[in-house]
């Protein structure tokens, strides 16, 4: 969402200083303007209640200036006041229904308060005054995509044959082919998102985590190398997963070249441990075969028993019933190294595996 709001301050700054938007161009020269530019160097220094005031005060002079309701509803959503802020530019709507940018500006605020009901009918209006407008068409697909994915896509599409560089709606739709399993399609679209963002990272960890589950590690780490920022909305990172599968595929040649080698079957315990705790799919139980086959080469192995009570612990978080076996394999570590014993005691006080936050979501 970050270009859709260089819009709304586009909007709001060309309102300000375009006297040939004014509905009373003979007036734009006193008062009322020096009030609207004041009030709009209040709003970018954060002094909200003073830029109301003084978009009130423009109201007084002229009850129809839409610059104040446009500015006001600016002033709203700065501080996440979402429903003040589209009722306000509906205001400025209803003075002047021609400007396509302030019908997607509504849309926008609409969309973002999770009222698309209402922002369907101002992004149309948009796209009905200028067939051609791409951020429209970007919007509309945002509204839709929840709801119905192949208009969406429709929507999606248009942008960009209008406009090619709009490199966050081929990173949208990639997430769309995503979720309906066309993965070659996806692959494809977070390629063109790359290609046309000047930064290269849209949709750049999307086609990574692809390629993690094609085991195409290679390519997914000249990605991670290629990047501009590490920044990753997403829980597990990128180069999280990336670094997990590395190691697993070295863990696993190792073991393949050396198949009785307790270092590397331990090594390979660990690494197929690897995960984060909210997610069950019992990779301790696989992880322990590891273990315990390294016990059988190497009885007196302490760091696979180590790996043991560690799976164990988490597994008893999930089936508490299991809490008797982390006893005895705690007592069997403890006869072969007490400090490691020791550290496992105080991981099982303050290990859990529970959802304790909601992993960060996508920021549009």
Not at 3 to 18: E, N, P, W, Y
Not at 129 to 158: I, S
Not at 240 to 249: D, Q
Not at 263 to 275: K, P, Q, S, Y
Request: proline content about 4%; charged content about 30%.
């Amino acid at each position: 969402m970050k270009r859709f709001r260089l819009i709304i301050f586009t909007v709001v700054f060309a309102i300000l200083v375009t006297p040939v938007l004014a509905q009373n161009q003979q007036q734009d020269s006193s008062e009322g303007l020096k009030l609207l530019q004041t009030a709009f160097a209040q709003y970018k220094a954060g002094q909200y209640q003073k830029a109301l005031a003084n978009c009130a005060k423009v109201l007084a002079i002229d009850s129809k200036d839409r610059r104040a309701y446009v500015l006001i509803g600016y002033v709203y959503a700065a501080q996440d006041k979402l429903k003040e802020a589209s009722d306000s530019v509906a205001k400025a709507i209803k003075i002047d229904p021609t400007d396509k940018e302030v019908h997607l500006l509504k849309a926008q605020y609409d969309y973002r308060r999770g009222a698309n009901q209402d922002a369907l009918p101002s992004v149309r209006k948009a796209i009905e005054l200028d067939p051609n407008y791409a951020d429209a068409y970007w919007m509309l697909g945002k509204v839709l995509e929840h709801k119905d994915q192949p208009k969406a896509l429709e929507a999606y599409q248009k942008a960009v044959s209008i406009n090619p560089q709009l490199f966050q709606v081929y990173a949208a739709m990639g997430e769309i082919f995503e979720s309906q399993e066309q993965v070659k399609n996806a692959a494809e679209s977070y390629r063109k998102s790359i290609a046309a963002d000047p930064f290269h990272m849209a949709g750049r960890f999307n086609l990574g985590r692809i390629l993690l589950k094609q085991k195409r590690l290679a390519e997914a780490r000249e990605l991670w190398e290629g990047r501009t920022s590490d920044e990753d909305n997403m829980r597990p990172t990128f180069v999280v997963e990336l670094t997990r599968s590395e190691n697993l595929k070295r863990a696993t040649d190792a073991v393949a070249q050396k198949p009785d080698d307790p270092v590397a079957l331990v090594d390979l315990g660990f690494a197929t441990m690897e995960g984060e705790s909210w997610v069950i799919d019992f990779r301790q139980e696989r992880a322990i075969v590891h273990f315990k086959k390294a016990l059988d080469l190497k009885p007196d192995d302490a760091r696979a028993q180590y790996g043991i009570v560690k799976a164990s612990i988490q597994l008893a978080d999930i089936r508490p019933e299991n809490s008797k076996k982390v006893d005895v394999e705690l007592a069997r570590l403890r006869k072969l190294d007490a400090k490691l014993a020791d550290e496992m005691a105080q991981y099982r006080k303050t290990y859990t595996g529970d959802l304790i936050a909601v992993p960060p979501f996508k920021v549009q």
